[in-house]
């Protein structure tokens, strides 16, 4: 019997900047470098993002070989850089080395890892939609940090500044 193609993701915080991604009966923990405030336990959400673009071409090369009777062994190679306002992935290149392919099919295998399903994604976006529940009461960790963007809460009764 064949899996649902549609599922479902679950991450949980680890403390600090780790997390682990739950995916079917595998985990992924995701964490920032040392030198960004994290542990280094993991591959960060983005590296992780761009090794999923890089696996899913891979995976369909890969295919494609297979399906041709080509010698398999693909690999790659992937390269991205960081943009700022708004923050995101702004560059992917990705260099793929089929060792066994005939040059005459590189043009072919082109156009097939251009409709890889996760590049495809990237082209035509999904729709992401977001619900934010409230955690069941005794069941928050209490936040070691201020609110975002503003000062550190104080003791009681005071507003987190000096005077």
Do not use: K, N
């Amino acid at each position: 019997m064949s899996e649902s193609r549609d599922g479902v993701i679950r991450v949980a915080w680890h403390g600090a900047d780790r997390f682990d991604v739950r995916i079917r009966r595998h985990t992924v923990r995701t964490d920032q470098p040392a030198d960004a405030g994290g542990s280094d336990t993991g591959p960060t959400p983005a590296e992780l993002f761009v090794g999923s673009v890089a696996a899913g071409v891979a995976c369909c090369a890969e295919h494609y070989l297979r399906q041709r009777q080509l010698p398999a062994g693909v690999g790659v190679t992937a390269r991205y850089s960081l943009g700022v306002c708004p923050g995101r992935i702004d560059r992917i290149e990705l260099s793929v080395d089929a060792p066994g392919l005939p040059a005459g099919l590189r043009a072919s295998l082109l156009s097939v890892l251009e409709h890889c399903a996760v590049r495809t994604t990237l082209r035509v976006p999904p729709l992401v939609t977001f619900e934010v529940r409230q955690a069941a009461p005794g069941t928050a960790v209490p936040a070691a940090h201020g609110p975002y963007g503003g000062p550190r809460p104080g003791p009681a009764g005071s507003s987190g500044h000096q005077e």
